[in-house]
Every structure is written in C-alpha cells, then in structure tokens.
C-alpha cells in the first residue's frame, strides 16, 4: 500500500519545530553541554589511573561512550517526550489536523524537525570538542571520532523516534514524561545488568547462544558494540559487549540495527496516532 | 474543489450520531446547510455542536450517518482538497506563545497553500495591524481570538466553521466581526457558526437551529421558529387608575387570553391567532388605556420554549 504523502506541509511543521529551538537557544545550549563534557571527560577521563591529560584516541572514545550512552538517550527523550501530547493538552493539535495535512505528514514533520535541531548540537558540540582532540593527538585520530559522531547521532536519533512514540501514546505529559524517563532507566541502567544477572545465574546452564541477539533489542547496547568493537585496546574492559560474535558485530550490521530502531517506533506512532485521533 | 460546490447543498448530514461510549453527543442529525448561507447552532454547552463541527471537519469519524461537504465524503485521500476551501475556528483555540501574530498567521498560511503575502493585510483587517509583530503571549483574549479568525480566513475559503467565534470579543469587536461576515456571505461563502448567545446571533443568521443533548430540535428562520412553537404575545398596558376591572370583563370572554395585574401595569397573553380579537377588545377600552406594547417573543423564549418543552 503507499501512502500519499505531501512534502510542504511536512517541511513547514519541520520548519517551525526546528526555528523553535534555535531561537530558544536549545541547540546552542546542547552543543556546548556534549563540547564541555567531551573536552572534560578527554582530559580527566583517566583520573581513576592516577593521570590526567589528553591520551590515545581509544581511550578517549571509550570515555566518551559512557558520557553519550546516559547523556544522548535522555536529551533526545526529554527533547521529544512532549511534541504529540503537549499539543493535544493545549488544544492546538486539533487545529493543526484540520488542515489540509494528514497525521503522517505531521508526525514526520515533527520529527524531521527535531532530528535537524539534535543533529546540529550533537555535529557542532563533539566536532568543536573532536577539532580540539585531533589538534592535540593528530590527524590518524579523525576517521574513529567521526565514527563515534555518527554512532551518537544515530543513538539520539533512536531515542528520539522513541519519544515520538511516547508522545503519541501518552493520554498526557505527566504521563509521557513519567514514560520517558522510565524508558530511559531500562535501557541505560536495568537492561544490561538485567542481562548480567541472567548470564551469572544461569551459571552456563543454558545455551546462551541468543544472548547476542538480544543485545540487538537495546539500542544503547548497539551504540556501545558498534564503537568498540573498532578499538582493540579497550575491547577487553568490557564485559557484555565482547560476548558479541565478531560475525553480529559488523559496523554496517550494527548501524542498520539502528535504522530500525528509528523506523519502527515511528511507524508504530503514526499508526496509532491515525486512530489516536479518531477515538478521540 | 469539484463541481459539486456548485450544487446548493454545500453541507449535507443524514443521521449523523456519535457516541463516545454510553453518551450520545450527536444523536441522529439531519441537516442541510445551502452555499451562501449564513447559519447558527445555537445550543447550551454539551449540546453537541462542537462535536458536529469535529465530525464536518474529518476530525472525528460519525458513529453512524453519512456527512458530506462540498459533495464528498468528509474523510479520506479526496477530503484534503476539499479541507483547503474550508476555514476552521475552534471553541478553544490555542495558539503558539513563542511567535507573533504575524509569524502565527504565515505558519498556518504555508500549511494551508495560501499565499503569505496576504497575511499582514488580512492582520490589518482585523485590526492587529499594530500588534504584528509582538508575540502572541502578550495577545489579549479578544486579539487572540481575532488572530484565530485571520487564521480561518487564510486561502479565501469557501466554507467556514466557526465555534463560538465571538467569545472574548468586546461588542465593538462582535460588530466588526459580524460585518466581516456579510461582506463574505456577498462573495458566496457559507458560514456556519455556533453560539451560546442568543440575542447576538439572532438578527444576523438566514437559518439556524436549535440544538439540545445531540439532537436538533428545531430548525429553520427565527420567523419559521416563532410560529412553528406558536409561543403567547405579550401585550404590556399603562391603565388609568381602577380601570383594572374594566379590562378583566371585557376580557372575561376570550378563554385563550390571560391576564396578569401589576398595580397600573396589566400583562395580556394570548396565542398569535387571537392576536387581531385581542386588539379590538383592547382598542374599545382606549379611554383607560394610556399606552400599550407588543412584545413578539424573542428567539431567546424561543430557545427556553423548546428547552421546556423537551422537559
């Protein structure tokens, strides 16, 4: 089936959302949160070691991983949580639908908007951070901290599709924001040692040969495969990620695991956001 | 728009009820609304007409009944194109605080196809001119609301719904507003709009009906109401003193009139038929009579008429 699909209204609504945040500085705002946390963590990210001051590009972006697997996820939800539901609280959605522009087209405006709004703090905060790191470490360093970028980019991305979803779902934003951060905690925080806890109480009892697919069910586990299978030097710190058959841990693999990610919750929403509107 | 617009019947609803679970906001509405008219729904609040409206506009699927607009079928692919003719202004509009009148008018002008050139004169006209350029946060609730009428004007529709269109306007406002709305019912647009007051809509609708709990419970000209509810005239006499008697006996005959006694002021009721007999009897007492009205009831006991009536 196709799915008529007009551009203007999508890019108007895309527009607005997008203008939105810069003239309220969000995008200002982000970009030097993820700069100023990039540089510090680059910096004391060794600390724990005794040392301090710019290292291996590896160990740097292992850093950084960690920083973006809390910080990215949670900016892009917050970013997204209220977009469907705070407009339907307000009233003004019922305006917006009685335009010539279907539910669809809204939705992917909205999205496209707010993905335009993420992607310029997420390029403009690790790239001023990632020109100070190559200045410092040379330019060897260029092609795995571009890989990181994108890598992270894509995490927002997902999770901001995700926030679409909430956002249409929700019955109102008390709730999608109680959602949100609740999502937040299972993906960042309880689904890995979930998974932990698993595997050392099964004490190799099972066969545990689907474990790696269910790494592809967390898109915050994607992101961390995804940069550090890259780096060998830093493989062996981490435990879950290196049960990863090297097969599963193809970059193209991993990204197109991502794809999906962003795809699927929004198809969900705006499935659910056409009847959404007609059991109102 | 297809050549149906030029058919008369710009709106046509056979049945139309809809249910959100056991209530039945529209229950069964019948109605046909001509191109160029001007019609009102009047209605308590919950009586369903912002309901009607959700379900004219697509927004909201019938429980059962069939709409059609413009001669299609209110949902679907083919209901976009009909959607451009039509200008929609909600019962509780909102706007978006962070753009100004002008920016709020281009927005919806580019989702609408319209031409944003037109959105600063269209601005003047309502007479934002001067507030264009600040932000809708600081709008009043009239300015507001008048923001939200340019919004509905947007791409020169032919058809325009308006929900309570006049709450929060000051009377100079109602004014401006209703003559905007004779200037486009000129040109041939229909409007249908919806009110809670009665004495406001009442001189300036062609047709309107009545609504009550999701049915129409009257439909047609204030005139057409009137008689069809036959409501009691009012006569309103000024007597001389102690000629209180006098007017009872000549009145004891006519079984259909009543009398009502104020001190120096007498109250004769009686149905529009007997209005001409009831004159006659009341022009033989003119040594008594010092002044007399008529009062015709307004659409207003019109309106409590048929709410009692349901009762």
Known sequence: MIIPVEWTPIVVIAGKEFWDRIRNRWVLAIALVFAVFALVIAYFGAAQQGTVGFRGMDVTIASLVSLVIYLTPLIALILGYDTIVGERERGSLELLLSLPITPLELLLGKYLGLAGALT???LAGFGLAGIALIWKLGGKAIAPYVGFMGSALLLGLVFLSIALLVSTLARDRVRASGIAIALWFFYVLVYDLLLLGILVLSESRFNLSFFPILLFLNPADLFRILNIFGLEEVRKFYGLATIMPAGLASPWLL?????????APLSIAAWRFKSGVKSE | MSNNVISNNVIEMRDVAKY?????????VDLTVQTGELFGLIGHNGAGKTTLFKMLLGLLPPTRGEIRIAGQPAHGEAFR????????????LALYDNLSGLETLCFFARLKGADSATCKPLLNKLGLGDAAHRWVRGYSKGMRQRLGFAQALLG???LLFLDEPTNGLDPQGIREFYQIL?????QGVTVVLSSHILAEIQLRVDRLALMRTGKIQALGTVHELREALNLPLDFQLTLRPGAATLLQQALAKQLSATLQLDGEI???RCPRLHKMVILRILTALNDVIMDLHIREPSLEDVFLGYSDAAQ
């Open chain 2, 156 to 158: 020169s529709p032919r």
């Open chain 2, 182 to 186: 004779r200037e486009l019912q000129q």
């Open chain 2, 81 to 92: 194109q009909v959607r451009r003719g039509i200008g929609y202004l909600p019962e509780s």
């Open chain 2, 266 to 268: 007498a109250h004769v």
């Open chain 1, 120 to 122: 310029c703090s997420t």
């Open chain 1, 255 to 263: 990204s197109g695991a991502m794809v999906l990610w962003i795809i």
């Open chain 2, 20 to 28: 959100f679970g056991d209530t039945r906001a529209v229950d069964g």
